[in-house]
């Protein structure tokens, strides 16, 4: 639980493709929300900083189970979490066989 923000997005097309950075592809806008977790599992999506057009503040749900964490019904693995870090790695987001790797800062 707690309130994160996301510091980077890295998408692969597949296993042997170069690193595309697509944090860089995001609008100012969506760079700086914030997604807080609920330990009730609930999950506050803010449009923190400069507001998007039309707002994109809502609520879902996350939940983890094993290594797996499931954010606004999209499950990845966790790759890394130190409590200051979150490093979720997702496959086949666009195409099967590809990866995008998503970091949260709390």
């Known amino acids: 639980a ?3 923000k996301t510091i980077s997005v890295q ?3 597949s296993v ?3 690193e595309q950075d697509f944090f860089v592809m995001l609008n100012a806008c969506e760079k700086d929300d914030i997604i807080k ?3 009730n599992g609930t999950a506050e999506y803010t449009d923190a900083g400069i507001q998007c057009n039309p707002n994109t503040s ?3 749900t996350w939940s983890v189970n094993g290594s797996n964490i499931t954010m606004d019904g999209e499950t990845g693995a ?3 979490y130190d409590c200051k870090k979150l490093v979720v790695a997702s496959s086949g987001v666009i195409v099967a066989g590809d990866q995008l790797t ?3 800062q709390k």
């Open 16 to 18: 042997n493709a170069v």
């Open 78 to 80: 966790i790759k890394l």
């Open 2 to 4: 707690g309130n994160y």
């Open 58 to 60: 809502y609520t879902s």
């Open 37 to 39: 977790l609920n330990a």
């Open 102 to 104: 998503v970091t949260y």
């Open 11 to 13: 998408y692969k097309a």
